[in-house]
C-alpha cells in the first residue's frame, strides 16, 4: 500500500446510544414497565482523523470520552449513527472477511483463549479459524512466540498463567493472521511495569518489522510516550487535539518549571515566580508559559544564577490540565 | 473443505477440554443410565394395562424413546451449550471476539462448545433403538435407514433453528432461563409419539416446539408409518424454522452493534 493512501479514514463519525432511563424505587420501575423513557447518550459526536499506514496513534481521552466506541466502530463491532469511517477502504459495519482478516482487535479487560487448555491449542483454533497455511503460520507463531519470549509458557494451561502472561499469548494469538492494522484497547491493563514495558517495546518491534498500523488506547501515559508520536486525545466524544505529542505538551501546558541553582543564599526567588520547592540552594520555580523567557532573563540579570534550567511540565499533568480546562462542569 | 476444518478444529479442542473432567463422563454415564431405567418402567407400566397405545405397539415405543435419546444427547451436548453461551455473551457483552473473526457468526457461535460426554445419551439411544428393532424382529430396509437419517437430520435442524431462535431473544430479554425451562419441560413430552397427546398439545408439540418433527416422525420411518408427504412437511419446517432463525438472529446481532455500549 503506497503511504499517500490512508489506512484509516474517519469522517465526522457520530454514535448515540438510547439507554433507558427511570427514577430509583420501586414504583418508578413499576412505571418504567409501561412507560419506558430513553435518554440519549451522545458517545461519539462528529469525530475526524485520518491515520497513515505505519503509524502507531495514541488515543487519549478519559474514561467515556468514546475512545472505546470509536474503537468498536473502526472494527465493525458498532454501526455509526452518522458519519464516515474506512479501514483500508474497507466499510467496517459490513464485516466482510477480506476486511476481517486485516485487522486485528486487542482488549485488555476481554480473553478469546481457551482457559483450561494450553494456548497452543487455541493458537490451532485461530488457524483454522484465518485459515492460514500450516508453513507460514508456524512461521509467524513461532517468531511472535520468541519476540515475546515466551516459548515454555505456551504449553501450560492458560488458567495457570499470571495476567501478564495471559496478555502476551492473547497478543500472540491476536497476530497470527499478520494484521495489517492492530486496535489496542488498553492492552496493558493492570499489568505491572515491567510486563508494561514487554508489551510496548514488543508493539514497537511489531510495527517496525511488518509496518503494521497501530491505534491504541491506554490510560498509562508511559504507554503513549513510548509508542505513539502522534496522539488523538478525545474528550466528550469530540477531538481535542491531534498531532505530535511535543506539540500537545507546547500547545497546553499552561506553566513551565524553572530549576535554579544560586551560587550564593539569601535572594528571594518568590518574587519571580511560585517556589515548589528548595533543597538548598536549589530552587524549583512555578511560572505560567507566556512569561518563562522574561522570567528567565529577569533571573539571569538580577540573581546569583549558577545553573538554570527550563522544564516542561509531565505528560501526565498536562493532560490531566487539558481535560479540566475542557470539562464543561 | 474449510467449514469442516473449522467445526472439527472446534471439536477437538471441546473434547480436549472435557478431557480433562473425566469425572464428568461417568457422572453422565450414570445419569443417562437411571433416565433409561425410569423411562423403561414407564413404559412398562403402561404396557401392564394394555397392549398398544394410540396405536405404538411396547416395541415401537422404544425406538420412540431411543430417538429421544439420541436428540436430547445431541440437544445437550452440542445445541443447548453453545447457545447458553450466546446468551451469555451477549448479556456480558462478550461477543466481541466472535465478530471481529472472518467467519460467519451464525456458525462461529453454533459450534464453539462441545460437551462431549453428553453424547452418551446419544449412543445409549442408539443401542435402546437397536434393542427395539430386534425385539420387533424387523428387518429394517436401506430407504428406510435413508428416510431414517433424512428425518433425523430434519429434526436436529428444526431443534438448532428453535434453540437459535430462543437464544437471539437474549438480545431484547436479558434473562432467557425461564424459557429454556419452559422448552426442557416440553422437549421431555417427546418421549411418546406426539399421536398420544390430545390435539391442542400436538399442535404446540409439533409447530411451537419442534419435538415432533426432531422425534416421532423420525421414529414414523423405522416403524413403515412415516408418508411422503410427513417426510416433505417435516423438510419444509426444518428449511423454514432455519431460515426464519438466521434472519432473527442477524436482526439480533444488527441491534447488537447498533445499540450496545
Known amino acids: 500500500m503506497s503511504p499517500n493512501i490512508p489506512a484509516i479514514i474517519v469522517r465526522d463519525l457520530v454514535k448515540t446510544y438510547e439507554v433507558p432511563e427511570r427514577d430509583p424505587g420501586l414504583l418508578a420501575a413499576i412505571r418504567s414497565l409501561f412507560r419506558r423513557r430513553v435518554r440519549a447518550i451522545h458517545a461519539v459526536s462528529g469525530v475526524s482523523f485520518t491515520i497513515q499506514p505505519g503509524e502507531v496513534v495514541g488515543f487519549l481521552g478519559p474514561n467515556g470520552a468514546g475512545k472505546t466506541t470509536t474503537l468498536k466502530m473502526l472494527t465493525g463491532l458498532l454501526h455509526p449513527t452518522s458519519g464516515e469511517a474506512l479501514v483500508f477502504g474497507y466499510v467496517p459495519a459490513r464485516r466482510e472477511p477480506d476486511f476481517l482478516r486485516r485487522i486485528t482487535l486487542v482488549m485488555g479487560n476481554r480473553n478469546q483463549l481457551q482457559w483450561d487448555l494450553p494456548a497452543l491449542d487455541s493458537f490451532e483454533l485461530i488457524r483454522a479459524i484465518y485459515r492460514l497455511p500450516p508453513a507460514e503460520f508456524r512461521a509467524t507463531r513461532d517468531e511472535l512466540i520468541e519476540l515475546l519470549d515466551v516459548g515454555d509458557l505456551v504449553r501450560k494451561p492458560v488458567r495457570n498463567l499470571s495476567l501478564g502472561e495471559r496478555m502476551k499469548m492473547e497478543i500472540i494469538g491476536a497476530l497470527l493472521h499478520r494484521p495489517q492494522a492492530l486496535f489496542l484497547d488498553e492492552p496493558t491493563l493492570g499489568l505491572d511495569v515491567t510486563m508494561q514495558r514487554r508489551i510496548r517495546a514488543f508493539v514497537a518491534e511489531y510495527n517496525r518489522r511488518t509496518g503494521a498500523t497501530v491505534l491504541l488506547t491506554s490510560h498509562y501515559m508511559a504507554d503513549v510516550e513510548a509508542l505513539c508520536r502522534r496522539v488523538i486525545v478525545i474528550h466528550h466524544g469530540r477531538v481535542l487535539f491531534d498531532g505530535p505529542l511535543s506539540e500537545l505538551v507546547e500547545q497546553f501546558a499552561a506553566y513551565r518549571k524553572l530549576i535554579v541553582t544560586l551560587a550564593e543564599s539569601g535572594a528571594d526567588l518568590n518574587a519571580f515566580g511560585e517556589v515548589l520547592a528548595q533543597d538548598g540552594l536549589r530552587y524549583t520555580l512555578r511560572v505560567p508559559k507566556a512569561m518563562a523567557p522574561a522570567v528567565t532573563a529577569r533571573l539571569l540579570a538580577e540573581a546569583p544564577v549558577a545553573d538554570l534550567m527550563v522544564e516542561e511540565p509531565p505528560i501526565d499533568d498536562v493532560i490531566e490540565q487539558v481535560f479540566a480546562v475542557s470539562n464543561p462542569l | ?261
Open chain 2, 1 to 261: 473443505m474449510d467449514l469442516a476444518r473449522i467445526v472439527a478444529t472446534f471439536a477437538r479442542i471441546g473434547i480436549l477440554n472435557e478431557l480433562q473432567y473425566r469425572a464428568n463422563f461417568f457422572f453422565q454415564l450414570l445419569e443417562s443410565a437411571i433416565g433409561l431405567a425410569t423411562a423403561l418402567i414407564g413404559l412398562s407400566l403402561v404396557f401392564r394395562h394394555t397392549t398398544a397405545l394410540a396405536g405404538w405397539t411396547p416395541a415401537e415405543l422404544l425406538v420412540v424413546m431411543g430417538i429421544y435419546g439420541v436428540m436430547s444427547g445431541i440437544v445437550q451436548a452440542l445445541i443447548q451449550p453453545n447457545m447458553l453461551r450466546l446468551a451469555q455473551d451477549v448479556l456480558e457483552g462478550k461477543l466481541d471476539y466472535a465478530l471481529t473473526k472472518p467467519v460467519d457468526a451464525q456458525l462461529l457461535i453454533s459450534i464453539r462448545e462441545w460437551q462431549v460426554w453428553r453424547f452418551t445419551n446419544a449412543v445409549v439411544g442408539l443401542f435402546v433403538i437397536g434393542w427395539a428393532l430386534l425385539w420387533m424382529q424387523a428387518s429394517v430396509r436401506l430407504d428406510q435407514l435413508i428416510t431414517f437419517g433424512i428425518a433425523l437430520l430434519c429434526g436436529v435442524i428444526a431443534l438448532y433453528s428453535f434453540w437459535l431462535i430462543l437464544a437471539t431473544t437474549s438480545f431484547w430479554v436479558i434473562q432467557i432461563e425461564s424459557l429454556i425451562n419452559l422448552f426442557e419441560g416440553l422437549f421431555a413430552a417427546g418421549r411418546w409419539p406426539v399421536s398420544i397427546y390430545p390435539s391442542w398439545l400436538r399442535v404446540l408439540l409439533t409447530f411451537l416446539v419442534p419435538v415432533a418433527f426432531a422425534v416421532t416422525v423420525p421414529a414414523e420411518a423405522l416403524t413403515n408409518r412415516l408418508t411422503g408427504p410427513t417426510l416433505a412437511l417435516a423438510a419444509g419446517v426444518a428449511l423454514g424454522l432455519f431460515v426464519i432463525a438466521r434472519l432473527f438472529f442477524r436482526w439480533g446481532l444488527s441491534r447488537y452493534s447498533g445499540a450496545s455500549a
